[in-house]
């Protein structure tokens, strides 16, 4: 008789379950940031498919740009022109990760921390959400190389200009900056290589500098620590993931179960 009640439940919850699966209404998530957010070479396509399809996920990041060149490209009104046109949506959440190219030493791309980042960051915030978009700012995806048995997370300064944006303007922060510096920290840098690209050249070959997009040696290898292959790109959704949930509740029904 139980066996039989139980079943009768189940069969009483299934309607309700996909009544519920289907009033999910359609939102949209537009990541707009350089080559760590990027298609083939950062984690922005591996968190699109961490999405149900009643989300449109439309990934704008491109390599090698910067919290200023994005936006003199013309690609940030690229985006503004999809936030007036969003109507059918029931919210439009735009992720918004700048740092690596901020930095000095980029010609055409670099900002000054002080004057120009944090500047760049709020215009994001108050245009996206005048809008009406849901402005969501990410700190900086750290790069993986060691110091001896330490991290060297030079991208902290721009990570924690980011933070003082998003509490200035009341905006969204997702803390990936912190969330990989500690899993790199604990990974150890001969783990850390695993998530790049291609595997690490031989040592005798070893570029002079792993963080650049175009490593310097012979033979060339695509190995650098800035950018993600596939086990990279799905660790580093993953936090993306979970911090959204944490800062946003109401998007935890449109993220599959994993």
């Known amino acids: 008789m139980n066996k039989h009640l139980t079943a009768l439940a189940a069969a009483?919850?299934?309607?309700?379950?996909?009544?519920?699966?289907a009033s999910l209404e359609p939102i949209r998530v537009i990541l707009v940031g350089d080559s760590t957010m990027a298609?083939?070479?950062?984690?922005?396509?591996?968190?699109?498919?961490?999405?149900?399809?009643?989300?449109?996920?439309?990934?704008?990041?491109?390599?090698?740009?910067?919290?200023?060149?994005?936006?003199?490209?013309?690609?940030?009104?690229e985006v503004q022109s999809m936030l007036r046109d969003g109507g059918k949506y029931k919210a439009?959440?735009?992720?918004?990760?700048f740092g690596h190219n901020d930095q000095p030493g980029k010609p055409g791309r670099s900002?000054?921390?002080?004057?120009?980042?944090?500047?760049?960051?709020?215009s994001y915030v108050t245009e996206a959400r005048a809008l009406g978009g849901v402005p969501v700012l990410v700190t900086p995806l750290t790069r993986r190389s060691f110091k001896g048995d330490y991290l060297r997370d030079d991208l902290a300064p721009w990570?924690?200009?980011?933070?003082?944006?998003?509490?200035?303007?009341?905006?969204?922060?997702?803390?990936?900056?912190a969330d990989s510096a500690a899993a790199v920290q604990q990974m150890g840098q001969e783990e850390a290589d695993t998530l790049a690209m291609a595997p690490p050249p031989p040592k005798a070959a070893a570029p002079t500098d792993l963080n650049k997009a175009e490593p310097v040696g012979t033979p060339k290898s695509a190995f650098d620590r800035?950018?993600?292959?596939k086990k990279g790109s799905a660790l580093f959704s993953g936090m993306v993931a979970k911090e959204l949930v944490q800062a946003v509740p109401d998007i935890a029904p449109y993220l599959k179960q994993q």
């Not at 009483?12 to 699966?21: C, E, F, S, T, V």
């Not at 439009?92 to 990760?97: D, G, I, N």
């Not at 900002?111 to 709020?122: C, I, K, W, Y």
């Not at 800035?226 to 292959?229: D, N, P």
Request: aromatic content about 6%; overall charge positive.
């Open 226 to 229: 800035t950018h993600l292959g």
């Open 159 to 177: 990570a924690a200009a980011t933070r003082k944006v998003a509490q200035e303007n009341h905006a969204v922060l997702l803390d990936l900056n």
């Open 39 to 77: 298609s083939r070479s950062g984690y922005g396509d591996a968190l699109c498919q961490r999405f149900t399809p009643e989300v449109t996920c439309v990934n704008l990041a491109r390599g090698g740009r910067s919290s200023a060149s994005f936006r003199k490209e013309g690609r940030w009104a």
């Open 12 to 21: 009483l919850l299934l309607p309700i379950a996909g009544a519920q699966a």
């Open 111 to 122: 900002t000054d921390l002080v004057t120009e980042f944090p500047v760049n960051m709020a």
């Open 92 to 97: 439009s959440y735009v992720l918004v990760q």
